[in-house]
Every structure is written in C-alpha cells, then in structure tokens.
C-alpha cells in the first residue's frame, strides 16, 4: 500500500484529482492500492486560527520555530490506525509506503521516523521539519533500521524554501537515515509531471510486484 497525505486545505480526493491532471492518467499501480486521506478540519495558525483540513498546527510557516508537537502526535494517533487497518487486512508493514506533499510530507517523516521504523519507505515532496524537530531527537537515540526516504523540491518554492527542505534532508542523513533529493530548477511549491514519475518509478523499487506475490 501506498498512504499519500495531501497539502493543507486540500482532501484527499483534491490530491488524487490533482495527480492525476498533471499525469493524465491516476496513479495507480497494478500490485499497490494508494490510499488518499483527508486532513481532519482544524482551527490553523497561520491563516489566523480559521478552520482547515491540515494534519497538524503550526505557530508559523518556518523551519525556526517549536513545532505544535501537541497536534502533530494526536495526528500520529490517527495515521497509525490506518496503518493498522492496513495490516489487519493481511499487508505486510514492510509493504506500507507512506509520504506526502508539503505538510503531508512532514507528517509523514513524523509518523515514520518517530513510531514505524518498520514501514518499506518515506517519500516527502515539497516538505520540511523545524530545527529543533521530535525527529530528529528521536532519531539520535534510535538503534533500529530506518526507512529510506524519497524527497524532491523545487528551488523556486516561495512558500517551503528549498534551503529548508535541504537543511531537512542533510540532518536526516547525519542520523542515519538513509536519503535522496531530487532538485527541480525552477519549480514552485507545486508537483511537475517529472517529479511524480521519478516518485512512481522509486515507489515500484519499494514495493516491487514478485515480493506481493508471494505475501
């Protein structure tokens, strides 16, 4: 299975439909079942505590501030019943990918990093975690083998700057997880067609389809 959180504001409908006008076809897989969840809707700071489907606060749209770790960890809750669902209906935790764009990417390398370390694979598109992030003090006190994660960003993001996503990328490699970015030269915070193939051809790599025949 593949779990992709959407952005802000957005559902999980509105990213599929979203996907699929920049590929002209769905994303879809013969082997994985991708799985598309909408954000609850919740008061959001930055867009003065007007209601918004995000997966979690935040006091500002930077990497330099605390994270609001309070609503990060009850999303945290909320993801890992659906990855139990997963597993309960018979896949393998290491046939669970999980990742997302912008803030669905964040979410994701909360989820992964801090409480599945056991998942196939993290993929964050257009994302970043705070300085000071719970990863990454979770992770230096990990032992465990982590997940590999998949990142990609534009370097004319105006909203999550590609320094950010960078800076993210580095410190999670110096704790051991092992990473990739793919840079895209002037794409804003934004998908492009390329970016969503590469992600396509990585998530096969992931899960490829002799390891489900056999589960």
């Not at 964040?106 to 694979?121: E, I, K, N, P, V």
């Not at 003090?137 to 370097?155: D, R, Y």
């Not at 110096?174 to 990739?180: E, I, K, R």
């Not at 790599?205 to 025949?213: F, T």
């Amino acid at each position: 299975s593949c779990i992709l959180l959407c952005d802000t504001g957005d559902t999980g409908q509105g990213a599929r439909t979203w996907i699929k006008q920049i590929l002209n076809q769905d994303m879809a897989f013969q082997h994985i079942k991708v799985i598309y969840p909408t954000a609850p809707a919740r008061p959001y700071t930055p867009m003065k505590g007007a209601f918004s489907t995000v997966w979690f606060d935040r006091y500002k749209i930077s990497n330099d501030c605390p994270e609001h770790i309070e609503s990060i960890d009850s999303m945290c809750q909320g993801l890992t019943a659906l990855i139990n669902d997963e597993v309960k209906n018979g896949i393998a935790k290491n046939r669970i990918l999980i990742g997302g764009f912008s803030m669905g990417g964040g979410m994701a390398m909360h989820l992964a990093y801090r409480f599945h370390h056991d998942l196939a694979g993290v993929f964050a598109l257009s994302s970043f975690l705070n300085k000071d992030s719970a990863v990454y003090q979770a992770l230096k006190i990990n032992e465990s083998v982590l997940p590999e994660l998949f990142q990609c960003h534009g370097t004319a993001d105006e909203l999550v700057l590609y320094s950010w996503g960078e800076e993210t990328n580095k410190m999670l490699k110096s704790l051991g997880v092992s990473t990739s970015l793919h840079t895209f030269p002037n794409l804003h915070h934004e998908l492009s067609k390329t970016e969503i193939e590469k992600l396509k051809t990585w998530i096969i790599k992931k899960l490829p389809v002799e390891a489900a025949k056999t589960n």
